[in-house]
Nanobody, 130 residues
Framework: HVQLVESGGGSVQAGGSLRLSCAAA????????MGWFRQAPGKEREKVAA????????DYADSVKGRFTISRDNAKNTAYLQMDSLQPEDTAMYYC????????????????????????WGQGTQVTVS
């Protein structure tokens, strides 16, 4: 059973930065797809970013492209989400999740696993931007 623990959330002013970490325990997750999701009050949970194995394949929501960067350190069993130019609309609970499902390449682009395919979830870390 894999356990995921997020950290790094907090309160920042608009334009600021935060770096979230997701540490995995209980299994070697180097072959898992790791993703970051967020849920704002009154809204559905949405995918923010995802990364597969060595980082050669990444995926971002349009709303965060150019501002957020996902990365991973397989030696540390940890994924990161660097968030720059934060805006009030980025305020949400951020969750880390993993899945054994792999991205598929077709139609000229990578297609990452759907949210429902993620098997293990962390408890979340709050990000508040004012």
């Amino acid at each position: 059973h894999v356990q995921l623990v997020e950290s790094g959330g907090g309160s920042v002013q608009a334009g600021g930065s935060l770096r979230l970490s997701c540490a995995a325990a209980g299994d070697d997750v180097s072959n898992y797809c790791m993703g970051w999701f967020r849920q704002a009050p009154g809204k559905e949970r949405e995918k923010v970013a995802a990364i597969f194995i060595n980082g050669g394949s990444t995926d971002y929501a349009d709303s965060v492209k150019g501002r957020f960067t996902i990365s991973r350190d397989n030696a540390k069993n940890t994924a990161y989400l660097q968030m720059d130019s934060l805006q009030p609309e980025d305020t949400a609970m951020y969750y880390c999740a993993i899945t054994r499902s792999a991205p598929a390449f077709y139609g000229g682009s990578w297609h990452f696993p759907e949210q429902r395919e993620y098997n293990y979830w962390g408890q979340g870390t709050q990000v508040t931007v004012s």
